[in-house]
């Protein structure tokens, strides 16, 4: 019986976990997947009141859950979510950037950023000494080689061939390391090493894109991703997962979005893709495949928020994938 947390956070993450729950719920009945929710908290509202923003019983329960979808968390994300990533050994942030038909996504756009989550600029080590301010970043062999080797294995599994390693080694010692380790990791996964400078692949995303799948640093894959929203219609279409080898926590890419917090306007789909990506981790290929499919649709049909330009509300988008997954239609 797979156990699963939810953590809606802060902003617009109630709104969408609350519209999206009747979703999973749906899915889950409909493949015969007995599925066990829990919700808990963490995020600015917890630490307001509790003074600590990712609360032990939220961190233990994640930790020992089958995997966690968690909506967004504000000023405090980097209390939250980057000591899960750490001490949870997530150290693989995938982040497919698919375009779905909104009028605002760039057809057939299809890259995969396969961002290492663990190390790089992200150690949170460094200090500062009057006027200066030491961030330290940390690549390792083993970083290197265990997010290079989920990549290509990514992308023969899904039959993608055009696979770049993203880096700056002209510049950086951690990326004349990282480099090396990808492509000896290309050779031993039967894959032509193809790799490109991080500067250069930012313009290429936006003009040619002669990629399917990136993987790349974690400053770098954090970058580059919201620059891929931008060509699926924004970040209120943009899911992602950050995976270890036995627990994984999926959430969208965007964060609270303050400006329409309790609007009930905010984008639920990236949740939702969230979440298939969840199905599809814990093995419910079909779950994950169907949520994707009913997320295809509502777009097809214009059920959507303002931002990809349709004029539903939140619940009401969640409502008509949640019908359209019944419906079968
Ligand atoms: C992301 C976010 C986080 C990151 C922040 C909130 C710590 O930007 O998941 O892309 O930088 O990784
Ligand atoms: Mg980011």
């Known amino acids: 019986m797979p156990r699963i947390v939810l953590i809606p956070g802060d902003g617009v ?28 908290e963490a995020g600015d509202e917890v630490k307001r009141r509790r003074g600590v923003a990712l609360p032990e019983e939220t961190f233990q329960a994640v930790r020992r859950a089958d995997a966690t979808l968690m909506v967004a968390v504000g000023e405090t994300a980097r ?14 942030n995938l982040r497919p950037a698919k ?8 057809r057939g756009f299809d890259v995969t950023i396969v961002r290492e989550n663990t190390e790089g600029l992200y150690v949170r080590s460094g200090w500062t000494n009057g006027d200066t301010a030491v961030d330290l970043r940390i690549i390792t062999k083993r970083g290197s080689e265990r997010i290079c080797r989920y990549g290509y294995r990514y992308a023969r599994e899904m039959a993608k061939d055009r696979v770049y390693a993203v880096h700056k080694a002209n510049v950086l010692l951690g990326c004349m390391l990282f480099r090396d380790v990808c492509s000896s990791v290309a050779g031993e996964e039967g894959f032509e090493f193809r790799d490109m400078y991080v500067d250069a692949a930012a313009m290429r995303l936006a003009m040619d ?29 943009y899911p992602s997962g950050n995976i270890g080898d036995d627990n994984a926590v999926f959430e969208p890419v965007h964060g609270t979005a303050p400006d329409i917090a309790g609007k009930g306007v905010a984008n639920p789909m990236a949740t939702i893709l969230s979440a298939a990506m969840l199905f599809r981790w814990l093995g419910y290929r079909e779950a994950a495949d169907d949520l994707e499919r009913a ?16 004029r539903m509300r939140t619940w009401e988008v969640s409502a ?5 997954l019944n419906s079968g239609e």
């Open 13 to 40: 993450g109630p709104e969408i976990m609350e519209s999206v729950i009747p979703v999973l719920e749906a899915v889950a009945d409909k493949h015969g997947i007995p599925l066990q929710m829990e919700i808990h």
């Open 79 to 92: 209390e939250v979510i980057l000591p899960i990533r750490q001490e949870l050994d997530l150290y693989v």
């Open 99 to 106: 375009s779905y038909p909104v009028p605002n996504a760039v």
């Open 209 to 237: 894109r002669p990629f399917d799948v990136i993987i790349t640093t974690n400053m770098f894959g954090d970058i580059l991703a919201d620059l891929a929203a931008a060509y699926i219609g924004g970040l209120g279409m």
């Open 295 to 310: 997320v295809w649709r509502a777009c097809e049909l214009g059920y959507t928020t303002p931002d990809v330009g349709g």
């Open 320 to 324: 008509r994938v949640r019908d359209l």
